[in-house]
Each structure stands twice: as C-alpha cells, then as structure tokens.
C-alpha cells in the first residue's frame, strides 16, 4: 500500500532479549483515517468496558448493601421478637404475682372480719352478763329496800360513805 517507516525504541531492560524492539508503522493517508477511526473506536469500547466495569462494581455494591440491610433488619426483628416476649413472659408473672397477693389480701380481710365479728360477740355476751348482773343487783336492792321498809330498820350504810 504505502511507504514504509521503521521507529527504534530504547531498548527496555525488562524485555526479553529476543523481543524485537523495532516496530513498524504504516503511513498512508486512507489507512491514517481508518487507524483514527480505530483509535476512536477502541477508545469507545474501552470506554464502555470501563463503563460496564463500573456498572457491575456498583450493582455489586448496592447488592452487597441491601443484604447487609436484610440482614440487619432481620437480627434487629428477631430482637424485637425477643423483647416482646420477654416483656409478655414479665407482664405474666406480674399478672400472677398481683392475683396471688389480692387472693392474699381477700383471705386476711375475711381472718379480720371474722375476727372482727369474734370481738363483737364476746362484747355482746359480757354486756348481756353484765346486764343480767345489774338487773339481778337491783331486784336484789329492791327487795332488801323492801325489807327494810317491812321492818323499819334503816340500812347500816347509806351511800356507803354515810353511816349512822
């Protein structure tokens, strides 16, 4: 096609010795057009590689996120799961504590009143002896007071401080 031109690059110390350090290099004004339009296009594809690569990389990321999302949100339920049935377990006891002292109270409230009701009886029984006594001690006045009207002998101690 056209002429050609041989370039000489240093030779790099890194290379193998058998490498060739000469490359050649096609000039011609149709095939320069082409080569540029190569040189647009791969830097196209390189560019839509790096795109794609990026894609990927941020797909990836964002999936690695949103398991790390689930996951938490998914120990955080279960601790709230947890909790609740703690505080369910707690609020049982609690129910069962408070019917254990009101069952606790209602039984000492009745040993009270009955205790209660004890009292007032034996209250009652000691005013009826009472009363009985005195309705005794005053027929008995009567009839010694009848006595002594019968025999017109005073009593020996009047009001119990006087006595003549």
Do not use: H
């Amino acid at each position: 096609m056209g002429e050609e031109e041989t370039k000489t690059t240093p030779v790099d110390e890194k290379a193998p010795k058998d490498s060739p350090t000469e490359t050649k290099v096609f000039s011609d004004p149709a095939t320069e057009k082409k080569s540029g339009d190569a040189v647009d296009r791969d830097a196209v594809l390189a560019r839509v590689e790096t795109e794609k690569r990026l894609a990927l990389i941020k797909a990836w990321e964002e999936s690695e996120k949103s398991k790390a999302e689930n996951k938490a949100y998914k120990k955080l339920s279960a601790i709230g799961a947890w909790e609740d049935s703690q505080k369910a377990n707690i609020e049982a006891k609690l129910k069962m504590i408070e019917e254990k002292i009101e069952k606790k109270k209602a039984e000492y409230a009745e040993k009270m009143n009955n205790k209660k009701a004890e009292i007032r009886k034996a209250a009652e029984e000691k005013k009826a002896v009472i009363e009985a006594n005195r309705g005794d001690d005053i027929l008995k006045v009567e009839e010694i007071a009848a006595k002594f009207r019968a025999t017109g002998n005073t009593p020996k101690r009047l009001f119990g401080c006087f006595s003549f």
